[in-house]
């Protein structure tokens, strides 16, 4: 069965940096795009970034635009999240998830979401 | 500022048939923006339900089915359980690789 699972959430203060991790397995990492997706508590979901899975094609949503870098490794089936300059309002669980497939429109590739992590929750605090 | 609407809150009796729509502040929404439909109960991870409209994802029953009514994506339930109970929410591709996620659905099977 597809397993996601991230980790490196926790306490930062805040213009921290941290680096989220999720392991992959089950699947063949190197075939698929992957997505990072956060929950603020209490609040709906935010698309954060998402990557192609060559890398050739990332994205990202422009409240995390120029502080935040998505990575991936394919030998070690890991993605990553290096998060600087932190904000109160970039507290949440954040989700790793896979992508199903993908589509080309308007100058982008869009990945939708077959499989997630259960989340890391990353709280931004003085 | 592009800005996806759900309706905040649904209800619907055991059995029941409901739609939980997915519009955007100042388009339509067309096959082009990809709908796809997640669902999540609180305390878990989300489930993903259908995507590129009408394509439900693995292992989802056909009692989920999506569509565009008029111009809004929609996702109906039929013969609705007590575990349907869940947030829904809606995302929609922008262009340019960008996703943004509708502000979910509560709904509630009484």
């Known amino acids: 069965e597809v397993q996601l699972v991230e980790s490196g959430g926790g306490l930062v203060k805040p213009g921290g940096s941290l680096r989220l991790s999720c392991v992959a397995s089950a699947f063949t990492f190197s075939s698929y795009s992957m997505n990072w997706v956060r929950q603020a508590p209490g609040k709906g979901l935010e698309w954060v970034s998402s990557?192609?899975?060559?890398?050739?094609?990332?994205y990202y949503a422009d409240s995390v635009k120029g502080r935040f870098t998505i990575s991936r490794d394919n030998a070690k089936n890991s993605l990553f999240l290096q998060m600087n300059s932190l904000r109160a309002e970039d507290t949440a669980v954040y989700y790793c998830?896979?992508?199903?497939?993908?589509?080309?429109?308007?100058?982008?590739?869009?990945?939708?979401?077959?499989?997630w992590g259960q989340g890391t929750l990353v709280t931004v605090s003085s | 500022q592009t800005v996806v609407t759900q309706e905040p809150s649904f209800s619907v009796s055991p059995g029941g048939t409901v739609t939980l729509t997915c519009g955007l502040s100042s388009a339509s929404v067309s096959t082009n923006h990809y709908p796809t439909w997640y669902q999540q109960t609180p305390g878990q991870a989300p489930r993903s339900l259908i995507y590129n409209t009408n394509t439900r994802s693995s292992g989802v029953p056909d009692r989920f089915s999506g569509s565009i009514l008029g111009n809004k994506a929609a996702l109906t339930i039929t013969g609705a359980q007590a575990d349907d109970e869940s947030d829904y929410y809606c995302?929609?591709?922008?262009?340019?690789?960008?996703?943004?996620f509708g502000g979910g659905t509560k709904l509630t099977v009484l």
């Open positions: 995302v929609l591709y922008m262009g340019s690789g960008i996703s943004v």
């Open positions: 998830a896979r992508g199903a497939t993908y589509y080309y429109h308007s100058s982008g590739y869009y990945y939708p979401i077959d499989y």
């Open positions: 990557i192609s899975s060559t890398t050739n094609y990332i």
